[in-house]
């Protein structure tokens, strides 16, 4: 394996896993108001946060490889 589809290989992942944790945070979205109680509900927001902001990250770290 060559540099280039290395680092073309590693963009993909990172885009992979960005696109999981968006598809996350978005399932858990659509929970909150499902969820029994309060206390879940505040995980659910939280963690939807969290997963969020790692799909940022992760697509942040694909472009990054990409222009180096």
Same mark, same amino acid.
């Given at each position: 394996? #060559? !540099? #280039? *589809? +290395?680092v073309r290989k590693f963009e993909h992942l990172m885009l992979k896993e960005a696109d999981q944790a968006h598809e996350a945070a978005t399932e858990? *979205? +659509?929970l909150v108001s499902h969820l029994p109680n309060e206390k879940s509900r505040q995980l659910a927001?939280? &963690?939807a946060?969290?997963? !969020? &902001? &790692?799909a940022k990250n992760f697509r942040e770290m694909a472009q990054e490889v990409?222009?180096?």
């Open positions: 394996m #060559d !540099h #280039d *589809e +290395a858990l *979205e +659509a927001q939280i &963690q946060k969290a997963s !969020h &902001q &790692q990409k222009e180096r």
